[in-house]
Nanobody, 123 residues
Framework: QGQFVESGGGLVQPGGSLRLSCEAS????????IGWFRQVPGKGRQAISC????????YYGDSVKGRFTMGRDNAKNTVHLQIDSLRPDDTAVYHC????????????????WGQGTQVTVSS
């Protein structure tokens, strides 16, 4: 079973940027769907991105398109998430996850994920 170590979260002012990283072990990132979601305590999980091995395309959740950019480094077996123009409502725990599923361009769910990294956006 794969493991994930997310990093890069922290406290940032509105309008700032962050780059989150996810180091995977126990499996090879290029051979699995992998993506990100975020969760706020008491609220549901919100899908951010999913890189599909079927077409090597990165799908994004409708609510995050334009400010979030996901990338993959096959050599380092890592993925990252660049977040720009951060807003207070981006405050959440961000998780790297594998086995995400996409149907009709919509991210439906995730298989397994790491502990996450906290992102807090506040002035």
């Amino acid at each position: 079973q794969g493991q994930f170590v997310e990093s890069g979260g922290g406290l940032v002012q509105p309008g700032g940027s962050l780059r989150l990283s996810c180091e995977a072990s126990g499996f090879r990132v290029p051979y699995h769907n992998i993506g990100w979601f975020r969760q706020v305590p008491g609220k549901g999980r919100q899908a951010i991105s999913c890189l599909s091995t079927l077409d090597d395309h990165i799908y994004y959740g409708d609510s995050v398109k334009g400010r979030f950019t996901m990338g993959r480094d096959n050599a380092k077996n890592t993925v990252h998430l660049q977040i720009d123009s951060l807003r207070p409502d981006d405050t959440a725990v961000y998780h790297c996850a594998t086995d995400c599923s996409v149907v009709g361009g919509r991210i439906l769910g995730f298989g397994s994920w790491g502990q996450g990294t906290q992102v807090t956006v506040s002035s």
